[in-house]
C-alpha cells in the first residue's frame, strides 16, 4: 500500500481556517492556531447570541409597548389581559411596530381594550 502523505490536506483545513478568520486582528488573521482558538470562540458567540438575540427583541418590544400604552394612561400587563379578553391576537412585535410608526392604530387598539375591560385611560377620557 502507498504512503499518504497528509501535506495537501493539512495545507487545506489551514487555509480554510484562516480564510474564515478574514478580518480579524494582530495574528488572528494569518497564524493558523491562533486563527482557530478565536474561530472557535466566534462560533460560541454566535450560537449563544442567536439565541440571546430572541431574548433581547422581546425585551425591547415589552418596552416600546409599555411606553406607548402609558402614554395612554394603561399599563403594559393591563393591555395584554385586555387584548387576551377582547380576542385582538396581535404579537408584540407588531404592536411595537404600531406603537413606534402607527399611532393611531395603536390608539384604536388601546380604546377597544379600554372599553371592554373598564380602564380609564386617556383615549376614554378625550371622547368624553
Known sequence: MARVKRGVTARARHKKVVALAKGYRGRSKNCYRAALQRL??????????????KRDFRRLWIVRINAAARQWGIKYSQLMKGMALCGIELNRKMLAEMAV???????????????TCGYACAVNQQDK
Not at 40 to 53: C, I
Not at 102 to 115: I, M, P, Q, R
Open 40 to 53: 472557535e470562540k466566534a462560533l460560541v458567540y454566535a450560537y449563544r447570541d442567536r439565541r440571546n438575540r
Open 101 to 115: 410608526n402607527d399611532k393611531a392604530a395603536f390608539e384604536k387598539v388601546v380604546s377597544a381594550v379600554a372599553g
